[in-house]
T-cell receptor, first 112, second 113 residues
Framework: EDKVVQSPLSLVVHEGDTVTLNCSYEVTNFRSLLWYKQEKKAPTFLFMLTSSGIEKKSGRLSSILDKKELSSILNITATQTGDSAIYLC????????????FGKGTKLTVNP | DAGVIQSPRHEVTEMGQEVTLRCKPISGHNSLFWYRQTMMRGLELLIY????????DSGMPEDRFSAKMPNASFSTLKIQPSEPRDSAVYFC???????????FGDGTRLSIL
């Protein structure tokens, strides 16, 4: 059974801290890994990672995939209160299937 | 651009009642997904359609749940009869392939009393 596991489940930090969120996956015919940010409503797309070792960056957020370790990390530097959210990781299998398998998420709280 | 539109935003009803959730995907998207999110189980895929055809409904909990997509611009998820354990946020998402990730609607918060 395909599964995605995220850690930690919850994290509380102070503004300015750097955080690292972890995601590991076991997916048949893995193709890509995606990260989403969910605030009050719907998840919004952050990154899609397909190649191992290539960092994707958007402002203070960055992410990298390690296919040997079947894992990915999401880094957030100089955190702000607006970064408080649930961060979801999802794995996509290849072979015509379009569905994503999601982890349960990491709830990040950034305190002022 | 209009995103994925779901209705209703909130629904509170008594157990045993029929519940119908509605979704309008982004125009031009050919894949549509129904998800359920709870604290205990996180985000779970219930069913997805490609070109209006159900491709994988293995996530549908039981026969009380059914989903239809009569055309490219509309889908419904129906629960009949509803039970308290069905209480969750139900998301609809659409995509054209998964090149940039699925686009989610704002969800329907369903409470079954």
């Amino acid at each position: 059974e395909d599964k995605v596991v995220q850690s930690p489940l919850s994290l509380v930090v102070h503004e300015g801290d750097t955080v690292t969120l972890n995601c590991s996956y076991e997916v048949t015919n893995f193709r890509s890994l995606l990260w989403y940010k969910q605030e009050k409503k719907a998840p919004t797309f952050l990154f899609m990672l397909t190649s191992s070792g290539i960092e994707k960056k958007s402002g203070r957020l960055s992410s990298i995939l390690d296919k040997k370790e079947l894992s990915s990390i999401l880094n957030i530097t100089a955190t702000q209160t607006g970064d408080s959210a649930i961060y979801l990781c999802a794995a996509l299998a290849q072979g015509g299937s379009e569905k994503l398998v999601f982890g349960k998420g990491t709830k990040l709280t950034v305190n002022p | 651009d209009a995103g994925v539109i779901q209705s209703p935003r909130h629904e509170v009803t008594e157990m045993g009642q029929e519940v119908t959730l509605r979704c309008k995907p982004i125009s031009g998207h050919n894949s549509l997904f129904w998800y359920r999110q709870t604290m205990m189980r996180g985000l779970e895929l219930l069913i997805y359609f490609n070109n209006n055809v159900p491709i994988d409904d293995s996530g549908m909990p039981e026969d009380r749940f059914s989903a239809k997509m009569p055309n490219a611009s509309f889908s419904t998820l129906k629960i009949q009869p509803s039970e308290p354990r069905d209480s969750a946020v139900y998301f609809c998402a659409s995509s054209f392939g998964v090149r940039q990730g699925e686009h989610f609607g704002d969800g329907t918060r369903l409470s079954i009393l």
